[in-house]
């Protein structure tokens, strides 16, 4: 289950990274309020996760999931630059968090 917690988390911080560009652009109450949301489950969903897996384990996956499921977000939201040099280096910051996933 703790597993399970760390995508959901992963998942969370992807939501609260586009709403900060949603923020960014439109700056209303509701980006703010979905803003504060996504963060705020991914926190919590993140903690519940480092009751079982390790910190180290389960931050790298967090901000793993986070930073390359941003990149891939606004590439396909957003329209930036889906150069194959970038899209190497997201799939090896993905292939870390499952060597991560595969050794502990």
């Known amino acids: 289950m703790a597993w399970i917690s ?3 988390a992963g998942l969370c911080e992807m939501f609260g990274v586009v709403m900060i560009n949603k923020l960014h652009k439109d700056r209303n109450w ?3 309020v979905l803003l504060v949301v996504g963060f705020g489950a991914s926190f919590l969903f993140l903690s519940y996760a480092m009751e079982t897996l390790p910190m180290g384990t389960a931050y790298a996956i967090w ?3 986070g930073a390359s499921g941003g990149a ?3 590439m396909l939201l957003y329209g930036e630059s889906k150069d194959w040099k970038r899209l190497v280096f997201i799939f090896m910051v ?3 968090a499952i060597g991560l996933k595969l050794v502990s």
Do not use: D, E, N, R
Request: glycine share 14%; proline share 0%; charged share 5%.
């Open 72 to 74: 891939i977000l606004g």
């Open 63 to 65: 901000t793993g999931i």
């Open 94 to 96: 993905l292939a870390a």
């Open 6 to 8: 760390l995508i959901l």
């Open 30 to 32: 509701k980006s703010l």
